[in-house]
């Protein structure tokens, strides 16, 4: 473990040093003094506070923006700063989502105090002023010197520019070379040349270059000491005290040095030996012991707080849709009320313009329509259908509505020059394309304001803090900055909307159906196929035209009344022959094992589950039933059914179907070969070479109707002898066949059998015009020959005679 | 009894008759809002049962081709397939399939009756909690508007839509539907409809699946008349089987 130890320190020796990486110290250049009293804290922090510090200095707005994009910009994003912040700089890079605590702050050798005053300053000029003048008369004085030249330094100057421009913003004094038709007081707004201090401004008031300015007390008690230029202007106090720069932080600097930071400028004060004492900085305390500096600071966040500007929402009922009742209505207006947003009833008696027109309608099933427009913002409409249990939960359910989907409207942060801003005060997720339109307050109590026509902008960057707008189409300056101007009565208004996003589920269920639909559009295919495709060869065709014979039986069933004559004994054989071969077949297929994973199932038992589940109804074979059990009609019912239904029926069906299955074979290859666009008749002669392939076809057939039942329709002839039917059927065949080549050709098919004379059937057959279908097996085959006819005569042992369907 | 086709379309017309008494007769019963009480507490034990894993925020941004796919298949779809289904099965020769389907309609509704009269449940977007719409809404109102007369807003448990669309499968795979692979992919999309439109909920849903499986069962197990008939012992008599018919 030693050893281990002992490597790790020959491997990695640079890892203590690692930990002390320095730690970053930014101070805002406000003027030279600032600069020197910064070495002096930073020297005096390195000693007492045994920090190694990386000391730089930059101007308000790199500060600000550095330390709001801290994490983003630096490759250790966990690096620890140092900074001293002028109080609206630490505020504004805090409401950009900058992380700081506050260690300390100094005190001031111009109000020997942790706080300071700011002043606005104005000309002593006799026509506007007899006396010491208050807020009040520097306001009226505005009025009256329409536009009055307002002149600053520096725009995140506390005093110079936030406090004024607040100041502005209560009194409707804006910055504009626009119409002044409004209610508001137009100033000219201007920012003195670069490195120009707060002095200067005191001079260009006093020489009547500019009407009015704001300092803060270190200039006021600077100037004090040249009574030519204190004579010639008033310092008039603007609002509540202000706190003097701070001593700020990263929260994750280690506890430690901070501790160590804060006792070293809580022992400052006593080391007059280590007083800053350059410029305003006396000394520097521990934020804990300065009570008033953390009351004005917080006065101050609360200013600086972006207040959303009032939306005006008309609701009213839709004039197309379903009447609405008015409780519904009065719940929406209280939604409004209580949404404790932004919004505002729209008050047609006092508000100029209305922002969104919410229409309601009555949907179906008691839920209500509510459509909500953006008034010239050329977005679509926003529909809800709401549901609801009654009036005040429909005021719950818009109250949420408004919080979570609802477009919003805000406006950029005038204040930021390096990239629109909109600061965020929602928790509401917006869609990354947003509208923005340039407007022009003319009354903005009254919600009255020009517009221009709106434009579209992306989201590049969204935090906690704000939203970074792309930069395209704000209009710039020639320096390249976007010259928002805090104090002008032009805004440009951002409508936010809700995210057009769909949850992960519904886009897979989206994706889903799209699946179903390809899947029913190949099933719709597969399923056009399930005609049984047309058989390949000779014997196949002549197979299938055979089934096609026995069609009908499949779902015919044998009354009674349909069996013109029977045998019992035929019947109960043939029962017994298929039942025999079927016992053997299906023991067999009960023994077949189905492995499903580890185990192995036998068939007969899934069949049986199978089975029971979904009812005997489901596919079985036909159950073979003995005349003993049910009777003639219905034994020989299950036999044919069984016969068709397992192809068990010989192909013998009273005539040579094989000349129709090359008739068939010739109409589909014609069809292939582009013989005519449709499936054709075609007529294969009966004679030549294809006579033989056919009679040897024939030949099969009928020997397999020695072996198997034949089913076949036709008509018959009846002859009595003895006390016996004589059954007769005499057909020529189409051409000649060779059945048996050494027995000569044939042209006559000859079908014949004996019954028990029945007078029964012959009315029967007689009524059917003699056509009726046989059931039996060939008993043997002969030919005759007599006056050119060759005569093949087939001798059947009848099992039942059925009468044909009646059409 | 209900061997002939006549008689057996009698039975679906009296069945969707009786569905659409009921429905209209509660809707005249009923005094006060559309969702009662007990409906929202069924609601209530609906959400609790799906536990909150299958959330409808932003339902209203689903895709316009599932809002326009699914409200096609679930009132469109859904009566042509069934329609096209009886027609199909009408058309036989043999009366089995039709039967089957029928007798399991008339089934899968009177198991679903005492559901729809003892325990409503409203439709997921009537329960605002559910953060659900009607998504056919976004398309028209009119959809819902048309279908409500035989579609009560609380007779929710179980899903008709899914229940019959199961029979529909079935009978079709029973009985060897030429179409009935299209008809499987085509009433996928009506079952899931009823839960993307933000209609019904899952246990509707699971419920309907195993009413529509049940009443197929039944109908089979205990209404078929299969076609090798099962005959008595000693009788010779087939006139059970007289009702074959052709078209």
Redesign the interface.
Known sequence: MRAFAALLLILFPALPAAAEEPIHFIGIEVNKDSKEADTKLYKYLERHASLKLQTQNMPYSAAIRKFSEWKESNKNSKAAYLARMTPYAYVAAQMLGAEFEILGTYQSKATENLTYQSYFVVSRDPNYFRSEPRLPDVIEYLRKKQPAKFIYHEKFSTSSFFLPSLCFQREHIFATSESTAGSFTPIQVEKTPPGKGSSFLVEEVAEKNADIAAVWDGTKKSVASNPNLYEKVYFVPLGTPLPNDLLVCSPWLDPDKKAKIREALRSMKSQKEEWINTGDFLYWVDINDASEALEALAFLRREALERPAPVTVRVAVSETGKAVPQEYLDAAREAVRLSATEFVLFDEHFHKRVDFSWTLAS?????I?LTSQIEGSELEPQ????????AA?LTK?IGMLVHSRLHRIRYVWPYQEKYPAVIRDFEFEPDDTVKVQRIAWVDPDRNEYDEDTPFEAKIARADFHKFQLSEARFPRGLDGAFHFEPMSNVAYRVILKG?????P???A??C???A??V??MA??L??LR??RPPPAGFAQTCQTLVEAYHGEWR??????ADVLWCSSGEIGKLVKQLQNSNGRLAEEAEGIQIPLGPISVRLSLLKRIFHG??????K?P??L?GPE??????AL??AV?YLVGQRQLSPFVGRPLEWEALDSIAARNFQRLGVGQKSCDAHVQRSGTLSALVSRHFQDSVEKGEREASLFRRSWGVEEHDERYHLVSTEPLEGELRPAPERGAVNTLTLEFDIPADPQVREALAAGKGEAWLLGKILKQTRNGHDGIRELRLQFVPVALLAP?QS | MLRSKTSLILLLALVFALNLAETTAEGLLKDGPPVSPRGYQAAEAMRHFERGHLGFENHDRTSQVAIYGYSISYFLGFPLLALGAVLAFAWRDEVAAFRTLCLAVAIDYLVSLPFFLFFPVPERWAYPDSEAILLSDLWSSKLIEWIRPVSGLDNCFPSSHVSLMVVLILVCYRFQARFRTTVLALGLTVILSTFVLGVHWVPDMLAGVAVGVLSVALALRFFYLPPEVTFEAGSTSVSRRASHSRG
């Open positions: 949907a179906h099933d008691g839920a329509k529909e809800f259908s709401i549901s609801f249990m009654d939960d359910r995210k057009s996003n769909q949850s589920l519904f886009f269920l989206t889903v159906f799209v179903l639909l899947l029913a099933g719709f597969w399923d399930r005609v779902e015919r069933q044998i009354a009674e589940v979904l009812g005997r109804g489901w079985q036909v159950e039933i059990q049910v009777g003639d009609a219905a019912d299950s059914r369907i």
